[in-house]
């Protein structure tokens, strides 16, 4: 009889400390985000004075750590409009800069959605 009840009470101390009591309070549902796996950033034309045209500028929120992307191609008139926020993918590219443009890095932008 031993040999059975010790094992049932491991077992059923293990379950009581498993499980999670629910307390009759409904979480709000999580906000799905569809652009997961893409790169948020904002359209803007800050820099065309000095010859770099249209520019998407990742991570504005924090001017001492923002990245800087020069599209290859350029934007459609939908999306280049300063100050809209968009998401993207990209890839970087080995190509110098535009000439007069000394900020930002070349890239590649693909699957541009507006936010």
Avoid at 33 to 40: A, D, E, L, R, V
Avoid at 77 to 95: A, M, S, V
Wanted: charge should be neutral; charged fraction near 20%.
């Amino acid at each position: 009889m031993k040999q059975i009840f010790l094992p049932l009470v491991l077992f059923a101390f293990v379950v009581a400390c498993c499980t999670q009591k629910h307390s009759g309070r409904v979480d709000p549902p999580v906000e799905t985000n569809y652009h997961t796996g893409k790169t948020h950033g904002i359209v803007s034309h800050k820099y065309i004075s000095t010859g770099c045209g249209t520019v998407v500028i990742v991570n504005w929120q924090h001017p001492d750590s923002e990245f800087v992307l020069i599209p290859l191609d350029t934007l459609s008139p939908d999306l280049d409009k300063d100050g809209l926020e968009i998401y993207f993918n990209y890839q970087p590219l080995k190509r110098p800069n535009p000439p007069g443009c000394a900020t930002g890095n070349p890239a590649k932008l693909t699957d541009i959605e507006k936010k």
